[in-house]
């Protein structure tokens, strides 16, 4: 029986004994199992005994022996490795001998890398592009890789922008620092209409947003002459909010598709899927998809739509109990990891203090109770806003919610240290905002008194 050590120790001996192990006659399980724990390779390893397997049956089989090639890093391999970077017929074994090839960093495989821009799999094309990046000062390689930001998959256009157009080795605006943010924007309430307010505010200004926009003529707040009006409306805030989001930062949606009940009997009442419908213009807009987030409410506090099937329980006739609203999560699109936004922060303050160090929900699915407020009519549940505050952004980070309504998402901003933007445009719930702030926890040690502004002076105060 073949052991992990014995492979270890035969690895290194050079009497040509393991060599033997990897008789091609031999039954896969043997041979895999030898390929797939064989680890580092020793610098004066003799690969030979590899090249038999490169034309084995299993593609399995051919995809281990390419790998290890690939830890030798050595270019006398390379013929072998780029026949079957040619010729195997398994996309993954493709890969992997590109891979290879791209570890020997040799000059020799520049050639092939080029030709293999063409393959069909834009996996391939990408590690050819990973291995031809390290010779991206050689002059005719650089214009080649350029050409490729016309390819039709995202994926390729996306490192190719990143490594050559847009690199930013051009002069730079000055910015204010990724932490910071505008003063007279902190713990403030706008009363207007957020398109108004945020034509004052400045590029790059807001760590985070978290709203829920109004339901198309479901309430009295929200009354549009059309769908079509409805989605413009959104559309032209979100792009608004996009511009002063600063860079690789969220923007976090909650939505659900609203029923307009029927006119009568004759008619049927109508369903309008806004998370869907929003979805294609915020991609369009440059807000990159993140995650779906489920919100879970319990089936009692929900309206009962299941009357009629229950009695008749015909097919076609189902309806749901609509229990979900979707929380959907986006960040404004740019070439930084998130890595990058991180260390932005300074690691023994901001970074150490913000940590979330509770329990947390692991899955997309927060399970949380729905809260009545005597005022409006759709708030959100405090917890809901915390576990938006605490897992996308950092204390001292300013925080918008530019539908405010009743100003739930400002409370749970100033409990978590942070500061908050609202906008909102209903004289009976900017009171509303007035009574919640009483609950505010003020005894924070950052915190700036909030401040109800109108519209005009908040307009003088980004003037100063
Ligand atoms: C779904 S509610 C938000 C409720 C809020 N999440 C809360 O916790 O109370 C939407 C709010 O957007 C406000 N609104 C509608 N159009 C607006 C606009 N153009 N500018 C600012 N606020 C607006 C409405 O008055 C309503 O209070």
């Known amino acids: 029986m073949i052991t992990k050590e014995y492979i270890n120790k035969l690895k290194t001996e050079k009497n040509g004994k393991f060599s033997e192990l990897l ?96 393959d069909s799999d834009p996996k391939v094309i990408l590690q050819s592009i990973r291995a031809l990046l390290v010779f991206k000062n050689n002059n005719s390689v650089r214009n080649r890789l350029k050409k490729l930001i016309k390819h039709p998959n995202e994926m390729i256009q996306y490192v190719i922008n990143k490594e050559f157009i847009n690199s930013n080795n051009g002069t730079k605006k000055k910015k204010q620092k990724h932490p910071e943010s505008p003063a007279y924007m902190k713990n403030v309430i706008v009363r207007g209409d957020v398109r108004d307010a945020l034509k004052h505010v400045p590029d790059e200004s807001i760590h985070l947003t978290f709203t829920s926009p109004p339901y198309y003529n479901a309430r009295d707040y929200s009354i549009y002459q059309s769908y079509k009006e409805y989605l413009e409306f959104l559309r032209s805030v979100f792009k ?13 949606l909650d939505t659900s598709p609203i029923i307009i009940p029927r006119v009568s009997r004759q008619h049927s ?11 294609p213009f915020l991609v369009k807009m440059g807000w990159e998809f993140i995650d779906d987030i489920i919100w879970v409410k319990p089936e009692a506090s929900v309206k009962n739509r299941n009357a009629g099937f229950l009695q008749h329980r015909k097919p076609l006739g189902y309806k749901s109990n609509a229990r979900v609203e979707n ?32 329990e947390y929900e692991t899955s997309n699915v927060w399970r949380i109770d729905p809260v009545f407020d005597k005022k ?79 519209l005009k002076t908040f307009i003088l105060n980004s003037k100063v």
């Open 269 to 279: 009442s109508k369903r309008y899927p806004i998370p869907y419908d929003i979805h």
């Open 240 to 252: 608004a909010v996009h511009r002063v989001t600063k860079e690789g930062r969220f923007f976090i």
């Open 23 to 118: 008789n091609p006659q031999e039954d896969n399980k043997h041979l895999l199992f030898i390929l797939d724990n064989l680890g580092r390779l020793p610098q004066d390893f003799n690969g030979e005994c590899f090249i038999p397997l490169l034309n084995h049956q299993n593609d399995k089989v051919r995809l281990l022996t390419v790998k290890n090639i690939g830890k030798l890093k050595n270019d006398y391999y390379l013929d072998y490795v780029s026949r079957v970077a040619y010729n195997d017929d398994n996309t993954m074994v493709r890969r992997e001998a590109l891979s290879a090839i791209g570890r020997m960093r040799s000059e020799k495989a520049i050639p092939l890398l080029i030709k293999k821009l063409k």
């Open 376 to 454: 409006h009519s759709a708030v959100f549940p405090l917890e809901l806003c915390n576990r938006i505050i605490k897992f996308y952004s950092y204390i001292g980070d300013l925080v918008f919610d530019p539908f405010a309504g009743s100003g739930t998402f400002g409370r749970a901003a100033i409990n978590l240290n942070r500061y908050f933007f609202l906008t909102e445009t209903e004289a009976k719930y900017i009171k509303r905002i007035k009574e919640n702030i009483r609950q505010y926890n003020l005894s924070s040690t950052h915190i700036k008194p909030p401040q109800f502004l109108n």
């Open 327 to 358: 929380i959907m999560v986006y960040r404004k699109k740019t070439d930084k990891l998130i890595d990058w936004n991180i260390k932005q922060y300074d690691l023994q303050t901001t970074i150490k203090r913000s940590k979330v160090n509770e």
